[in-house]
């Protein structure tokens, strides 16, 4: 998620520096900052109402005695926030309800525009990755095109398609795919439906037939986090009709204010149970509260880098990472090895955003693709003697090194510059001094 939150975090980092270079805390200046971060909250799309009350029920927590004597009264300020947002969002992850009896049915509503048909095949891979066997159709008996472009997506991601082109009401279309799950034995039905550029009255009265002559084991409302608070107008209008059992938020990679997810969630009370972070099939994720939190307030979102990682390495891999922990020191070869392992894992400035920001600085200098190559070839145009022990570098190994990677000796020396401020931080995760887990994972699920 390249840009979630970008903007609301980077605000929250400004107020949160500005209290811990207090030292000790007045309940006078915890509500200078409680003022600062509600208007962070008001110009990052917020609505008003979720504001007031945070606010409120952050103050009540932060101007207590506990606080404010405190050794560190900032980061306990810091952590009733994340506390907060946390029960805003919902507490703790929501699993999608599939029941023993199958096939399940699965309904996805909401606008046209939203990514609904493409969320729609998103969550078909998605269910067949955790080994579920869907099937998904369409009710959109209007319009062949969003027909032939669930088929499409269907296809491409290996999963089973039913169609009923002679269908004159969405019902039929359920029903029939209802039978075809059954003979082909698939456990799930996801029906995507109709969508309107607006909400329009025609459209739900459709959706409600549908909901009140079928049993749907979740309804799924699917919003575009970039509209803000049209978001949460249209879950609004939709309630009316339907009664959705969760949110299912796209394009939150594109959403740099990020304040539409609280908003929604705070005023609905429907639990965001997914969100699609990419263009790709493969980029939907469960929504974790606690770690959107997280990285809303520049803590990162360290749990989920590390389930990526995991997905991407191999056993092999997993075994040599554990013995890399436990290695006394970590070489340019160890660094080489973890950058290539990067790759796999997703686009490098996806990888930085899921640091906490303290850690984002070191990282964010080995700037983007381009300079990933760049950097092996350096690495690969040193000597295995180099390698394993940088300090040897002298000028005319520099400029030798610098040559035969066809980069210059400025480059070299950034290298060895950022090498050595990630050496000292593996060797503070490897004592347990960054991070609790970093004894286990490396820096986080990696080796350094």
Not at 231 to 245: G, L, S
Not at 257 to 277: E, F, H, N, Y
Request: charge should be positive; aromatic fraction near 6%; include cysteine.
């Amino acid at each position: 998620m390249d840009r979630v939150f970008e903007q609301l975090t980077e605000k929250f980092a400004g107020v949160f520096k500005k209290l811990r270079g207090k030292g000790r805390l007045t309940a006078e200046e915890v509500d200078e900052a409680l003022r600062d971060l509600r208007l962070v909250l008001l110009e990052s799309d917020v609505h008003y109402r979720v504001v007031k009350d945070l606010i409120a029920r952050v103050r009540e927590r932060a101007v207590g005695r506990e606080v404010l004597e405190s050794v560190t009264p900032a980061e306990m300020v810091i952590k009733i926030l994340w506390d907060e947002i946390r029960q805003i969002l919902g507490g703790g992850a929501k699993d999608l309800h599939v029941p023993p009896v199958t096939p399940a049915l699965f309904l996805l509503v909401g606008l046209q525009g939203s990514g609904k048909t493409t969320t729609c095949g998103k969550l078909g891979l998605f269910l067949k990755q955790r080994h579920y066997f869907p099937v998904l159709t369409s009710t959109d008996t209007r319009r062949p095109a969003a027909r032939e472009q669930l088929r499409i997506l269907a296809s491409s991601a290996g999963l089973d398609f039913f169609d009923l082109p002679s269908a004159q009401h969405p019902l039929e279309v359920v029903q029939a795919a209802r039978r075809y799950a059954r003979e082909k034995g698939r456990d799930v039905v996801l029906v995507d439906t109709a969508g309107r550029l607006h909400v329009e009255e025609e459209l739900l009265q459709e959706l409600q037939r549908l909901t009140q002559s079928e049993e749907f084991h979740e309804i799924l409302l699917v919003l575009d986090a970039t509209t803000g608070q049209e978001a949460v107008r249209v879950a609004e209008r939709f309630r009316e009709w339907v009664h959705p059992t969760g949110i299912i938020l796209t394009k939150v990679d594109t959403d740099a204010r990020g304040g539409a997810v609280l908003s929604i969630v705070a005023q609905t009370g429907w639990p965001v149970k997914l969100i699609g972070v990419g263009e790709k099939l493969n980029q939907l994720e469960v929504f974790h509260p606690e770690r959107m939190a997280s990285r809303i307030l520049g803590m990162g979102d360290t749990l989920s880098l590390i389930e990526k990682i995991e997905r991407a390495i191999t056993e092999e891999e997993r075994r040599k990472l554990e013995q890399q922990v436990t290695k006394e020191e970590f070489t340019l070869e160890d660094f080489l090895e973890e950058l290539r392992r990067l790759r796999r894992v997703g686009s490098f400035e996806d990888i930085v955003n899921m640091l906490p920001t303290s850690f984002r600085g070191i990282f964010s200098q080995v700037d983007g693709e381009r300079n990933l190559k760049r950097t092996e070839a350096i690495i690969l145009s040193m000597t295995k003697e180099e390698r394993r022990n940088p300090g040897i570098i002298n000028a005319s190994r520099k400029r030798r090194i610098a040559q035969g990677s066809g980069t210059t000796v400025q480059e070299v020396n950034r290298l060895l510059r950022e090498f050595e401020e990630i050496r000292k931080l593996w060797k503070k995760m490897k004592k347990g001094q960054v991070l609790p887990f970093a004894r286990k994972k490396g820096f986080f699920g990696f080796g350094f």
